[in-house]
Nanobody, 116 residues
Framework: QVQLMESGGGLVQAGGSLRLSCAAS???????????LGWYRQAPGKQREWVAT???????NYADSVKGRFSISRDNTLNTMYLQMNSLKPEDTAVYYC???????WGKGTQVSVSS
């Protein structure tokens, strides 16, 4: 069984920063370093959308809406993935989810709210 737990969300003013974390445990712990990981978000009344991905080799990709402001990274020694979010905008307000696509596993999400 795969467990993913997000943390680090909160309320921040526009222009501020937050760092989200996603800790993985369970059956993937021993192979975490071999897995691609991703972040998605879902705003109220909208569909869940892809935010960023990092491969096992550290190659990153970002949605155009966050490119240049967000940075995805991983620490394989801690089985943890991060999303550094800078220059936050009100439209970044959403519940942020981490995922392991290969296992179709999702965390429960962490709320990010950006005030104008």
């Amino acid at each position: 069984q795969v467990q993913l737990m997000e943390s680090g969300g909160g309320l921040v003013q526009a222009g501020g920063s937050l760092r989200l974390s996603c800790a993985a445990s369970g059956s993937i712990a021993s192979i975490f370093r071999l897995l691609a990981l991703g972040w998605y978000r879902q705003a109220p009344g909208k569909q869940r959308e892809w935010v960023a991905t990092i491969t096992s080799g550290g190659v990153t990709n970002y949605a155009d809406s966050v490119k240049g402001r967000f940075s995805i990274s991983r620490d394989n020694t801690l089985n943890t993935m991060y999303l550094q979010m800078n220059s936050l905008k009100p439209e970044d307000t959403a519940v942020y989810y981490c995922t392991v696509p290969q296992y179709s596993s999702w965390g429960k999400g962490t709320q990010v709210s950006v005030s104008s």
